[in-house]
């Protein structure tokens, strides 16, 4: 879209006010592919989630790409937005879910990292099409990204299905075999699978031999996602207040300090700053394509080293100081004549550079990863799904008013305001999220003050015992 937007303007004699709402649109349609995506993924399975999710990113980039008219380019936004919400609520999930603790940062940090990388795909779609006819070019840049869900529909279907879900149909057996080949040990992948079934409720012992027990011990119990939202939000205990508020809290403020404004329309930026041509905006644009995905290698690979905590306190600092930096110099060349600002656009370059490079070091891709891991496993994926919710309209409200805020308060003023963020951001991290790293996700629950082991996001603990005693009779 960063590219796509210069030339869709020209073709299709749209507005500015038309290009923001197009641009910001998906993040508010993608709440329906996550809201929805909780309750799929607890019916059909986190694998199958995946599929759909393809199947809907390859319908929507073709909707686009062929798009006549404003209308129908607006409902292909509208098509690939529910793919959008699908895959950031499952991706980290499943990935969360099948990852052993030791490498689990490591490996949930993955889908931050290939997005980065189809970031990155798309600047370089925007600069090597952008030669073409008007007509084309944008139409080329949407058409191109019909080829990765092809790929991805493909591989997601040689993976195998999240132990944690199997297990919460009851089929244990199922289960054990993923977790023995997902696991550093065979002793690991045991101590795995009971921590799994002890916090769902499962006693110890059954299902070992028969799954069959389990799964008529488990038709009554709810394993497809009923009442999970009074769980969530109308009756959650303290400790899921807890983590709602730290997970919705994280989410918020990685999309209000305004990367995704950067990220959309760093084009308009650089042409602020000095560079005029579409040709050297683009590849400074694709510059902040490679930074991003370059620096995110460092959390990937830092994540289950030196922790979560660490790395999000200091992405938090070097973004506030990049976006002070960013607003500093863009504010000194709106104070200058034309063309006496050429060492400017040098240190307003090098601050976006240092704000995605320090947004991709924590930020980015750790609001998943923690999010993915602090939510009990009865309220993972629906909670992980207001989490995805609470991002995608924040980024909405982002993007579709960076150009009527940058109108209204310049550039330097709207920088100023994300800096502000990104430093309440900071403070939010410090006091409220506690370490995760080396923890079982059966065990992060303790961090909040649950009392992790059996799922205690129930507020009615009345029935457990009745629930344990009718599977311990079913296996006699």
């Not at 940090?109 to 952008?130: D, K, M, Q, R, W």
């Not at 961090?447 to 059996?454: A, D, M, P, T």
Request: hydrophobic share 50%; charged share 15%; glycine share 10%.
């Amino acid at each position: 879209m960063s590219g796509a937007q210069l030339f869709m303007k020209q073709d299709l004699k749209i507005t500015d006010t038309q290009i923001e709402i197009l641009a910001g649109i998906i993040n508010i349609y993608s709440l329906v592919g996550s809201l929805a995506a909780g309750r799929t993924s607890d019916w059909i399975g986190r694998r199958y989630t995946m599929v759909l999710a393809a199947a809907i990113f390859f319908a929507g980039a073709l909707i686009m790409g062929l798009a006549p008219s404003y209308a129908v380019l607006m409902l292909g936004r509208f098509v690939a937005g529910v793919g959008v919400g699908y895959a950031l609520m499952i991706a980290p999930v499943y990935t969360a879910e099948v990852a052993p603790t030791s490498a689990r940062g490591l490996l949930t940090s993955f889908p931050e990292v290939f997005i980065n990388t189809g970031v990155l795909l798309g600047y370089v779609s925007n600069y090597a099409f952008h030669g073409l006819p008007v007509h084309l070019s944008w139409r080329v840049m949407f058409l191109v990204g019909a080829v990765p869900p092809v790929f991805l529909a493909l591989g997601v279907l040689a993976m195998p299905e999240s132990p944690r879900w199997l297990v919460m149909q009851g089929r244990i057996g199922d289960a054990r075999r993923v977790l023995s080949k997902t696991s550093d040990s065979p002793a690991e992948a045991e101590e795995r699978l009971a921590d799994i079934k002890k916090a769902i409720g499962i006693p110890e012992g059954v299902g070992d031999n028969n799954d069959d027990v389990v799964v008529v011990a488990l038709k009554n119990k709810g394993t497809h996602g009923e009442g999970v939202w009074r769980d969530l939000l109308l009756r959650p205990t303290p400790p899921v207040r807890r983590i709602l508020i730290a997970c919705l809290g994280l989410q918020f403020f990685q999309q209000a300090s305004g990367i995704d404004s950067v990220v959309l329309y760093s084009p308009r930026v650089f042409q602020k700053a000095g560079l005029q041509s579409d040709n050297n905006s683009l590849g400074a644009t694709m510059a902040v394509g490679a930074c991003k995905t370059l620096f995110i290698l460092v959390a990937t690979f830092f994540l289950d080293r030196v922790g979560r905590r660490p790395l999000l306190l200091t992405s938090a600092g070097g973004m506030v100081v990049s976006l002070v930096t960013l607003a500093s110099a863009l504010h000194a060349i709106d104070r200058q004549p034309a063309g006496q600002a050429t060492p400017l656009a040098g240190v307003s370059i090098a601050a976006v550079l240092a704000f995605v490079a320090s947004f991709s070091i924590g930020m980015g891709p750790i609001a998943w990863v923690y999010s993915s891991e602090i939510f009990p496993l009865r309220l993972r994926a629906q909670g992980c799904a207001l989490g995805t919710a609470m991002n995608r309209i924040t980024s909405g409200a982002i993007t579709m008013s960076f150009i009527s805020l940058y109108k209204a308060i310049t550039f330097a003023g709207s920088f100023y305001v994300y800096a502000g963020i990104a430093a309440a951001g900071w403070v939010f991290m410090f006091f409220f999220l506690p370490e995760t790293r080396g923890r079982s996700l059966e065990d992060t629950e303790k961090l909040f003050g649950g009392g992790g082991g059996q799922d205690s996001s129930r507020e009615d603990e009345g029935d457990a015992p009745k629930k344990s005693t009718e599977l311990t009779s079913s296996q006699q």
